[in-house]
C-alpha cells in the first residue's frame, strides 16, 4: 500500500518561508509527476507547483519566484521550499503523486494535508 505523508507546516508571518515536504512509502516501482495543490477556505483546490521525474517544473503564476519545487528520486520525495510568504499562501496544502507504479497497480495518490497559516 502507498502512502503520502506529508510536513513542514506551520504558522510563519508574512515575509518568512517554509519548506514542505512529502515521502511516497510502500512498494513503489516508479512516480511520474509529483506536485503540491492547496486549497483555502471556501475556495476550490488549486495547482501550485508540479515536478516531473525529469526535473522539469511548472508553477501557478501566483507563487512563481517565490516557490521552488523539487524532488529527490531515490527517496520519492517531493519539496516545496516556499519563500516570501504572505497572507494569501494559507491554505492546506496537498501532495500529489501520478501515475504511481506498484506491482499490482498504476494510480495516484494524495496526501493528507498540511496547514500552512501567513500571518503576523
Known amino acids: 500500500q502507498v502512502q503520502l505523508v506529508e510536513s513542514g507546516g506551520g504558522l510563519v508571518q508574512p515575509g518568512g518561508s517554509l519548506r514542505l515536504s512529502c515521502a511516497a512509502s510502500?512498494?513503489?516501482?516508479?512516480?511520474?509527476?509529483m506536485g503540491w495543490y492547496r486549497q483555502a477556505t471556501g475556495k476550490q483546490r488549486e495547482l501550485v507547483a508540479t515536478?516531473?521525474?525529469?526535473?522539469?517544473?511548472n508553477y501557478a503564476d501566483s507563487v512563481k519566484g517565490r516557490f521552488t519545487i523539487s524532488r529527490d528520486n531515490a527517496k520519492n520525495t517531493v519539496y516545496l521550499q516556499m519563500n516570501s510568504l504572505k497572507p494569501e499562501d494559507t491554505a492546506v496544502y496537498y501532495c500529489?503523486?501520478?501515475?504511481?507504479?506498484?506491482?499490482?497497480?498504476?494510480?495516484?495518490?494524495w496526501g493528507q494535508g498540511t496547514q500552512v497559516t501567513v500571518s503576523s
Open positions: 515536478v516531473t521525474n525529469g526535473g522539469s517544473t
Open positions: 500529489n503523486a501520478q501515475r504511481v507504479w506498484t506491482r499490482i497497480s498504476r494510480r495516484d495518490y
Open positions: 510502500g512498494s513503489i516501482l516508479s512516480i511520474g509527476d
